[in-house]
């Protein structure tokens, strides 16, 4: 047997699993990052000379189902136009069989890897509000992404929010449909089934029912709970705990405390069961919104001395005024009695 | 691995063959640097530890959502030397095992020339062992595929750039195209191949020692680079 030293062994480990990009029009520069099924590499694009993200079915595939995975995830990319999803510009095989996809190159930081500390309490709710946009556009096109979590977040150079990895998505029936009559066809998954196989999401990530083995029954409310899951690290650092006491704890013990109304939002999106939690992203964020405008939340009832307070806290300027005005007249009033 | 404990035994006696042929260099490698055996009750217990792989079917329940093969492997193996010597003091040397046409002494040589030293990781060691024996073993059948199709010089350039060891710098194309004779696009067309190539033989070679999908991910995501 030929003697090969750890120097060529090493060697050989990192050139053959390299994409023969031979043929193509893009040459590999670097290797970004690596994926549970894919491998995403930096290339240069020679026909309009740019940079572009080729991610590479890495993992060997007998039954080719994790082709017909990534495939589908180009699908489904190419077919979600927002600005929140990145891009994809190509999809084909190399020519070692292998799968593969360009998309838009894009520079900047995971959510996972983001400095959050000198961030406020307010700019963090905004961070993860922004998530809701591109999710609630996937739903509506009724795909679900299925492993929400920090590291599939991405915060671009430029302050935009990119939801990446949509290689577990789930695709309804009548969405795959609509893929069908358009021209990506070859790569959707069948019609009516989940997009993955078994092993769905990220462990420290899944909702409960994912957890439970029920990923096919995943639902927008499957992905209200990843939303919150991110609300949740964004706040406390850590992914949430498993139940909803200890989620009531982790929160409650934070600090700088946090408004009982964003502990509640936080706590209803977490929701071991996922009746108890918004019925759609739209819901999560409408109570973001109202939470960032000091009004009341669907997800807490305040108490009345509660709403006097916000009260007070959102008309302070005008009651101020008032009560100056009030005082002055009365002073006005006694000073001119005699 | 988990073929080695199939009902048919065609299968069986094929998976367990792969198994010798790809992971005999370490284990042997491990029993003489790990274990600190002589040479020859290295080669025994060598030949021991296969033979139950097959006849007492210990490899086959081998779960791979519990641990990677290779740690499993290795756990097994130092469980069957811990236990071994009571056994191996009622035998002959080399008397029970079915034995296979193995070249210890080329191992031997390979344990002389990495020059191992005291310190050493037993699982670290058996992991580099072991990828070292599947890449060693599928360039070996890069190389005879290119010679039966006459594809020498694609394997000479391989052979001249890929395998180039870390005693001196690695050559450049151009380099290699000189030595060779051959322009510069060509060379890395042929690298290209083979690498291609090697990449398939490497995958063949694991798909055939494996008996689930799970498992030959597992194993291909571990050689690929994912270090543990």
Redesign the interface.
Known sequence: ?????????R????????P?L?DTRYVLLDTLG?GGMGTVYLARDTALDREVALKVL???D??DGLARRMRAEASILARLEHPGIVPVHDAGRL??GRVFYVMKRVRGRRLDQLDTAAMSIADLVRLARRICDPIAFAHAHRIIHRDLKPANVMIGDFGEVLVLDWGVAKVSREAQQEVERGSMGEGTPPAGQTVAGDAIGTPGWMAPEQRAGGAADADERTDVYGIAAILFFLLCGGPPPDSDDAIRGALEQRGPPLHRRLRAIVGKGLSADAAGRYASITDLASDLDRFLDGEPVAAHRDTPLERAVAWLAKYRTAVILVLTYIVLRVIFILATAD | MLATGSSDPRLREEAWSALVHAYWKPVYKYVRVVWKAEEDDARDLTQGFFTLALEAGFLHDYDPARARSRTYRRLRLQRWLSNEPKAAQRQKRGGGYRTVDLDFAGAEREIAAAGHTSGIDADEFFRRETIRALISSAVDELRRQCAASGKTAQFAVFERYDLHGGETERPTYRVVADELGLPVTQVTNYLAWARRELRRIVLDQLFAMTGTDAEFRAEALELFGVEP
């Open positions: 047997m030929t003697w090969i030293d750890d120097d060529a062994v060697h050989l480990r990192a050139v053959i699993d390299q023969d031979s690596r890495s993992l060997p007998p039954d020519p070692d």
